[in-house]
């Protein structure tokens, strides 16, 4: 709620400096002492003698002052000059995000990134949920399939077709392929109608395309925390929604519960916001845990409750590896409630594509789709891409082997992390799906609380070289959890960064009575050889 009041203040400062120049005109007229309404203020001792121009000219001062202290450029004196328009509020405001320790930590990855032969002692990027770890079988399948990067349908060119003006409903093959692959993810237990499906530029889009459709400016959505924390920009920073936290805690592994939404309903009345919608990602941004079926039906039942919608964010989908599986809200949402379930999917994390931005909004609202449908002309996937991927989805040899090898590696290399972890005495939330862990530092933690967590933080980043993500850039309300990608590495180089950590456990010692720990020189320790690096880009 920071940015509306900053926005509220720089608001009533533009309004207000005006003001403030034409009732000092106006005063000053009367006064005799300035020759008109629009005499300058430079050089006022010289020009406006008197006592009434003096007492004039401080109130122009300070209103000046005041004026620049706001860092706007708002012109107290009509000097007939045009004044250079400040950006709008939106651009100016920082509910982006943008400065959470979240994307802090990419920023200074990016400053110095590991690289196993270039750069040994740079940070490893365990902060990105990608997954890179089938990359393989999409280039065989690639190459295997000419004709899908080539622009060709049956060895006949496609290019001239594509190159066109697209039609915002997409292509009717790719939109097939995509609901065929949607119900495949979920064990055909759903069947997704093409129809009820909008394309977009990834999950990313989905979302806030959705909170366009669902809410006005100040309603609010309910999301169960810990959560991701890009929702923070997708959901309010252009909408001008509001999140309210239901906050889950670690007593039940994170499991969202009755009384929690409740809370979360009643504090949102009491700031007098109107709930529009339940928001949950399953599999679960950070806990990398699907939710249980006996949950749903209680998200279910509780939305029905309350007559607002549910939208379940379903881009981890794919990625769950081990019981209990992956069960879409679709499943359990009866009939009635059909028009107020919706589910956002992408093929950024199952497929490992983020950068080909493809999602999709699942709605049987016709209101939504026809809505949504509209709005996806400012986000559109390209007419090559579909053409691609409706060739890869609708491989359904490939589609079966892909979803079984993808999710036997990313469970392998999750048990990699936790046994390492393990290892190291370091516990995380038992997970089944997801490209990251929900690791307990709190050991490592000089004092229990979020000073604690965030000083521990700095010191994985810098000292270990490791960029992980703080829970309280989830909103977790328990210091001393940090989400821990995986998927976006090779093993050699997950096996640096556990004994990285290691390191930095046994100097910090049992407890927490950890004094500053000695900084370590990774570039030394391990020399992995090139076609570890090779993997790693
Ligand atoms: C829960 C969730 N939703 C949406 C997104 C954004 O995905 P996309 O790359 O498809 O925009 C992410 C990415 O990390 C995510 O974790």
Redesign the pocket.
């Given at each position: 709620m920071a940015d509306p009041a900053t926005l509220g203040g720089t608001r009533t400062i533009s309004y207000i400096a005006p003001l403030l120049t034409s009732l000092l005109s106006t005063l000053a007229f009367w006064s005799g002492a300035v020759p008109g309404a629009s005499g300058s203020i430079s050089n006022p001792a010289a020009s406006h003698p008197g006592p009434y121009t003096a007492y004039t000219w401080k109130l122009e001062l300070l209103a000046r002052v005041v004026s620049r202290w706001k860092g706007k450029m708002v012109s107290l004196v009509a000097d007939g000059k045009p004044q250079p328009q400040p950006l709008s509020t939106k651009a100016a405001c920082n509910s982006h995000g943008q400065d959470s320790s979240y994307f802090l930590g990419w920023e200074e990855y990016e400053r110095n990134p590991y690289d196993p032969v270039a750069n040994p002692g740079g940070i490893i990027q365990m902060g990105l949920?990608e997954n890179q770890l089938s990359f393989d079988l999409l280039e065989e399948w690639l190459e295997a399939n000419p004709d899908a990067l080539g622009l060709r349908r049956g060895g006949a060119s496609v290019f001239r077709e594509l190159a066109l003006f697209q039609d915002y409903h997409g292509m009717p093959a790719f939109k097939n392929a995509l609901a065929r692959f949607m119900s495949e993810q979920r064990g055909f237990m759903v069947a997704f109608d093409p129809r009820n499906i909008v394309l977009t530029?990834?999950?990313?889009?989905?979302?806030e395309a959705l909170v366009f459709c669902l809410a006005d400016h100040g309603d609010a959505f309910l999301i169960p925390t810990p959560y991701?924390p890009?929702?923070d920009r997708?959901l309010k920073w252009r909408t001008g929604a509001e999140i309210v936290p239901v906050h889950c805690i670690s007593a039940n592994g994170f499991r969202v519960t009755r009384a929690a939404l409740e809370d979360a309903f009643r504090r949102a009345q009491k700031q007098r916001l109107r709930v529009k919608a339940v928001l949950i990602?399953n599999p679960s941004?950070p806990l990398g845990t699907t939710s249980p079926r006996a949950d749903l039906e209680m998200l279910v039942d509780f939305v029905a409750a309350k007559g607002i919608h549910l939208v379940s964010?379903e881009?981890?989908s794919g990625t769950a590896f081990a019981e209990p599986g992956f069960v879409s809200v679709l499943e359990v949402a009866g009939a009635e409630l059909s028009d107020r379930v919706h589910v956002?999917y992408?093929?950024?994390?199952d497929l490992g594509l983020?950068g080909f931005?493809?999602?999709a909004i699942y709605s049987a609202n016709a209101g939504v789709v026809s809505a949504a449908t509209k709005m996806s002309s400012f986000g559109l996937v390209s007419s090559q891409t579909q053409h691609l991927l409706a060739s890869l989805l609708g491989d359904r040899d490939f589609t079966r082997r892909y979803i079984a090898e993808n999710t036997r590696r990313i469970k392998e290399r999750r048990d990699q992390l936790a046994e390492g972890l393990a290892a190291i005495g370091i516990e995380c939330l038992e997970s089944n799906a997801g490209l990251f862990c929900w690791v307990n530092m709190r050991r490592l933690m000089r004092s229990r609380s979020f000073e604690g967590e965030m000083e521990l933080w700095k010191k994985v980043v810098f000292e270990v070289g490791l960029n992980i993500s703080p829970g309280s850039s989830c909103h977790c309300r328990e210091p001393g959890w940090f989400r821990v990608c995986f998927a976006n590495m090779s093993a050699k180089t997950l096996d640096v960064a556990l004994q990285r950590l290691a390191a930095f456990a046994a100097a910090a010692g049992p407890a927490r009575t950890m004094s500053c720990p000695i900084r370590f020189s990774w570039a030394n320790r391990l020399t992995p050889g090139a076609a570890d690096r090779k993997a790693e880009r």
């Open positions: 949920a530029a990834g999950a990313t889009s989905a979302n991701y890009g929702f997708d990602t941004n964010d881009i981890y956002v992408s093929l950024s994390k983020p931005r493809v999602g």
